[in-house]
């Protein structure tokens, strides 16, 4: 029998490296797929008790969503006619997930050799109250919490609420149901009183702006029934954002004790943004369709500024900048309404 090679890089066959549809285990990698995943994966999970809803039946699969997922991904996407002909999956890990995506590495073995490949596909969390919960709570409700944000809605933000509030017994006992949407989320809860409670929790923590309003939900007797529904809208920023502050681009550094820490591009000031200077409309998100970002090379400095040549189009660049960086060293550089930053 004759020799067999990759036909993507030329590796020759040996027993620890099979030949695999004409691939090395290595290109193999590059060029299939091990696991076929669907376009989007949904998962039901009580947000009570945590309860995940699977094959008919509410199970205790794990407190952790990558958890849930793993077990989700590996008793309902692997069989025999979702794996490569030949591979037996081994394993699956939850790398990642953010913004409504999630990221595996995949684990399986081909004859001697072991594959891993990053997969990724759209993850869909439907929180409803398992039947336990709901019959708990007599599935009727007096209060919403619309939690939205400035920035666009991320998974891994709403996330970070999630775990955060899901800490407190007042929102765990009065949860009657959640829906998530790509705007934000939607809690109602049994008790207008723990509403208030976790709208001002976020506003104290994650600096949300908060609106009251009431919902004619029909008369009882001579009474008008209403139900509280309460706005909070979080900044929803993550460190490493591109902001504008009173006219001037910044960068987002961190969140903390429900404030905004944002570095100036212009200056390099830091400050720190309370809760009205957030909401007084001083501050706008900005998304990579605002602004370009280039990689940089510092040629010298003149003048309190930088020379920066931009490696991409040659154009050089006159930025006020400190001497934070010697000759040649690459930067970042930023495009906005026609100027040019650097990314400190």
Same mark, same amino acid.
């Given at each position: 029998?004759?020799?067999?090679?990759?036909?993507?890089?030329?590796?020759?066959?040996?027993?620890?490296?099979?030949?695999?549809?004409?691939?090395?285990?290595?290109?193999?990698?590059?060029?299939?797929?091990?696991?076929?995943?669907?376009?989007?994966?949904?998962?039901?999970?009580?947000?009570?008790?945590?309860?995940?809803?699977?094959?008919?039946?509410?199970?205790?699969?794990?407190?952790?969503?990558?958890?849930?997922?793993?077990?989700?991904?590996?008793?309902?996407?692997?069989?025999?006619?979702?794996?490569?002909?030949?591979? $037996?999956?081994?394993?699956?890990?939850?790398?990642?997930?953010?913004?409504?995506?999630?990221?595996?590495?995949?684990?399986?073995?081909?004859?001697?050799?072991?594959?891993?490949?990053?997969?990724?596909?759209?993850?869909?969390?439907?929180?409803?109250?398992?039947?336990?919960?709901?019959?708990?709570?007599?599935?009727?409700?007096?209060?919403?919490?619309?939690?939205?944000?400035?920035?666009?809605?991320?998974?891994?933000?709403?996330?970070?609420?999630? $775990?955060?509030?899901?800490?407190?017994?007042?929102?765990?006992?009065?949860?009657?149901?959640?829906?998530?949407?790509?705007?934000?989320?939607?809690?109602?809860?049994?008790?207008?009183?723990?509403?208030?409670?976790?709208?001002?929790?976020?506003?104290?923590?994650?600096?949300?702006?908060?609106?009251?309003?009431?919902?004619?939900?029909?008369?009882?007797?001579?009474?008008?029934?209403?139900?509280?529904?309460?706005?909070?809208?979080?900044?929803?920023?993550?460190?490493?954002?591109?902001?504008?502050?009173?006219? $001037?681009?910044?960068?987002?550094?961190?969140?903390?004790?429900?404030?905004?820490?944002?570095?100036?591009?212009?200056?390099?000031?830091?400050?720190?943004?309370?809760?009205?200077?957030?909401?007084?409309?001083?501050?706008?998100?900005?998304?990579?369709?605002?602004?370009?970002?280039?990689?940089?090379?510092?040629?010298?400095?003149?003048?309190?500024?930088?020379?920066?040549?931009?490696?991409?189009?040659?154009?050089?660049?006159?930025?006020?900048?400190?001497?934070?960086?010697?000759?040649?060293?690459?930067?970042?550089?930023?495009?906005?309404?026609?100027?040019?930053?650097?990314?400190?």
């Amino acid at each position: 029998m004759g020799r067999r090679f990759c036909v993507r890089c030329g590796r020759e066959e040996s027993k620890d490296t099979p030949i695999i549809d004409g691939l090395c285990p290595e290109c193999f990698v590059k060029e299939r797929v091990i696991l076929k995943l669907p376009s989007k994966i949904k998962v039901t999970v009580c947000p009570v008790c945590g309860a995940t809803y699977l094959h008919g039946r509410w199970e205790h699969l794990g407190e952790d969503i990558k958890d849930i997922v793993r077990w989700y991904v590996l008793s309902t996407l692997v069989k025999r006619s979702t794996v490569y002909p030949g591979v $037996e999956v081994v394993d699956v890990k939850v790398k990642e997930l953010s913004s409504g995506m999630v990221t595996m590495l995949v684990k399986g073995r081909y004859g001697s050799a072991s594959l891993v490949q990053e997969l990724s596909t759209h993850l869909e969390v439907d929180k409803r109250l398992c039947p336990n919960c709901l019959k708990s709570r007599g599935g009727g409700y007096e209060a919403i919490l619309q939690i939205r944000t400035l920035a666009p809605t991320r998974f891994n933000v709403m996330r970070a609420v999630g $775990e955060r509030l899901a800490r407190v017994k007042t929102f765990r006992e009065s949860i009657v149901e959640i829906k998530e949407g790509r705007e934000g989320v939607d809690i109602k809860m049994n008790s207008q009183t723990a509403c208030r409670y976790v709208a001002n929790l976020l506003k104290k923590e994650y600096a949300a702006k908060l609106i009251q309003t009431w919902e004619n939900t029909g008369q009882l007797g001579n009474k008008r029934k209403c139900k509280l529904v309460i706005s909070a809208r979080l900044p929803g920023l993550v460190a490493g954002d591109i902001v504008e502050y009173e006219g $001037e681009p910044a960068q987002v550094i961190k969140l903390k004790y429900g404030r905004v820490v944002i570095k100036s591009l212009s200056t390099g000031k830091v400050r720190s943004l309370t809760h009205d200077e957030i909401w007084r409309g001083r501050i706008k998100y900005l998304s990579s369709k605002d602004y370009a970002i280039l990689d940089g090379r510092v040629l010298n400095y003149e003048g309190g500024r930088a020379v920066v040549q931009s490696v991409d189009t040659g154009n050089v660049y006159f930025i006020r900048a400190p001497r934070l960086y010697s000759l040649g060293s690459r930067v970042k550089i930023l495009i906005y309404k026609g100027k040019a930053y650097l990314l400190l």
